[in-house]
T-cell receptor, first 110, second 116 residues
Framework: QKEVEQNSGPLSVPEGAIASLNCTYS??????FFWYRQYSGKSPELIMS????GDKEDGRFTAQLNKASQYVSLLIRDSQPSDSATYLC??????????FGTGTSLTVIP | GAVVSQHPSRVICKSGTSVKIECRSL??????MFWYRQFPKQSLMLMAT?????????EQGVEKDKFLINHASLTLSTLTVTSAHPEDSSFYIC????????????FGSGTRLTVV
């Protein structure tokens, strides 16, 4: 079982819709969770971090964490074509360990 | 915010030569840096963990003699691809844990290596 699992997609949504990206993790003791965005040919950039159960909102982005279900998600409201990228879920179980999912490719169709 | 600078951004080298990639933390000290490799349309693969003042820790399957890592200061780690071959052509990315809680890891801009 992989440490972090994501649906690779591709996920396509029309412009203005809500894009929902999901991630599950295996280490129940994990405390820190991150979403990164990676454009083609570029390195990942941090979008959101979340530590507590529930929702965390930042602009059009909302991260949701459910530790009991070992599930973390990212919602993108009012999706824009510029949101088209690969979204990486990352989990930090402890110390410097840091596990990335394989990423979900998102395409926002104008 | 924390910035990790990586150079060069692109490099083309001949097969059999060596290439050095630098990764610098510009406004913070990084005792640990990480080197990833990413092939087209694939996920990030951790190659090694670079530790300041000590030997790097390599992931299984990564040849330590081929991918030399030096972390001589708290702000600089280098990755040298020795005797490069076309199959080493890839996107190499470094990262460091940012000092501020909640920021996760910051990535360098990446190096596109093409071996011809």
């Amino acid at each position: 079982q992989k440490e972090v699992e994501q649906n690779s997609g591709p996920l396509s949504v029309p412009e203005g819709a809500i894009a929902s990206l999901n991630c599950t993790y295996s280490d129940r003791g994990s405390q820190s969770f991150f979403w990164y965005r990676q454009y083609s040919g570029k390195s990942p950039e941090l979008i959101m971090s979340i530590y507590s159960n529930g929702d965390k909102e930042d602009g059009r982005f909302t991260a949701q964490l459910n530790k009991a279900s070992q599930y973390v998600s990212l919602l993108i409201r009012d999706s824009q074509p510029s949101d088209s990228a690969t979204y990486l879920c990352a989990v930090n179980p402890a110390g410097n360990q840091f596990y990335f999912g394989t990423g979900t490719s998102l395409t926002v169709i104008p | 915010g924390a910035v990790v600078s990586q150079h060069p951004s692109r490099v083309i080298c001949k097969s059999g030569t060596s290439v050095k990639i630098e990764c610098r933390s510009l406004d913070f000290q990084a005792t640990t840096m990480f080197w990833y490799r990413q092939f087209p349309k694939q996920s990030l693969m951790l190659m090694a963990t670079s530790n300041e003042g000590s030997k790097a820790t390599y992931e299984q399957g990564v040849e330590k003699d081929k991918f030399l890592i030096n972390h001589a200061s708290l702000t600089l780690s280098t990755l040298t691809v020795t005797s490069a071959h076309p199959e080493d052509s890839s996107f190499y990315i470094c990262s460091a844990r940012t000092p501020r809680e909640g920021d996760g890891y910051t990535f360098g801009s990446g190096t596109r290596l093409t071996v011809v």
